[in-house]
């Protein structure tokens, strides 16, 4: 069976700190992976979306990057953390018009 | 761009009684829907999908209503309990490149159940 990993679960940065957050699936090959932000009250926000591996689309121009050095591997990252970057990221992973697997979530605050 | 929003942003109910929670997308060319439940601190889960050639698709307690003419989605949870206590989305696909799609969320529905 498919399996999503993501972590951590929280993290409290510094703003101007750098950020790096992993998401791995198992189980399957070739997915789709998204990466989404969810401020406190509101609805997912796509950020990055990735259909195979070095291929990045972005969603929303910010203070964010997306990597996929491997093809069942999906990297968030920021060089300098802003206050605004706060917030509930999750990684999901799919088949082409299927429904998405969402990872548990990491809560992020910057301070 | 176009996006998947929702009618109401909380709902009240009894427990046992049924729950509709509405969503309208915007996106013609959206072939696909799903519905999920998000509990506090959590990733949503799958509830229940339909493809745009249908207009009900029903699961274990849930119907998913589709009308393509007026762009409406709904969720319908029958009989509901305590545990269907969360935030719900719905959420749709658009082309995202190739044979790939990406998954665009509406802002989601509180749902609260009462003893």
């Known amino acids: 069976s498919q399996t999503i990993h993501q972590w951590?679960?929280?993290?409290?940065?510094?703003?101007?700190?750098p950020l790096s957050l992993e998401c791995t699936v198992e189980g399957t090959s070739n997915p789709n992976l998204y990466w989404y932000r969810q401020a406190a009250g509101r609805g997912l926000?796509?950020?990055f979306y990735s259909v195979g591996i070095g291929q990045i689309s972005s969603e929303v121009p910010q203070n964010l990057s997306a990597s996929r050095p491997q093809d069942r591997q999906f990297i968030l990252s920021s060089k300098k953390l802003l206050l605004s970057d706060s917030?509930?990221?999750l990684c999901a992973w799919s088949r082409a018009r299927t429904e998405a697997f969402f990872g548990q979530?990491?809560?992020l605050t910057v301070v | 761009g176009e996006s998947v929003g929702l009618h109401l942003p909380t709902l009240s109910v009894q427990e046992g009684d049924n729950s509709i929670i509405n969503c309208a997308y915007s996106n013609s060319a959206s072939d696909y829907f799903i519905w999920y439940k998000q509990e506090s601190g959590k990733g949503p889960q799958f509830i229940i999908d339909i493809r745009?050639?249908?207009d009900k698709r029903q699961?274990?307690?849930v119907t998913v209503l589709l009308n393509k003419t007026v762009k409406h989605l709904s969720l319908q949870i029958?009989?509901?309990q305590p545990g269907d206590s969360a935030v719900y989305f719905c959420a749709e696909t658009g082309r995202g490149g190739g044979s790939n799609y990406k998954l665009t969320f509406g802002k989601g529905t509180l749902l609260t159940v009462n003893p």
């Open chain 1, 105 to 107: 979530g990491t809560r």
């Open chain 2, 59 to 61: 699961g274990q307690r």
């Open chain 1, 45 to 47: 926000q796509l950020l």
């Open chain 2, 78 to 80: 029958a009989a509901t």
């Open chain 1, 8 to 17: 951590p679960a929280t993290l409290v940065q510094p703003v101007g700190s």
């Open chain 1, 87 to 89: 917030g509930f990221y």
């Open chain 2, 52 to 54: 745009s050639n249908m």
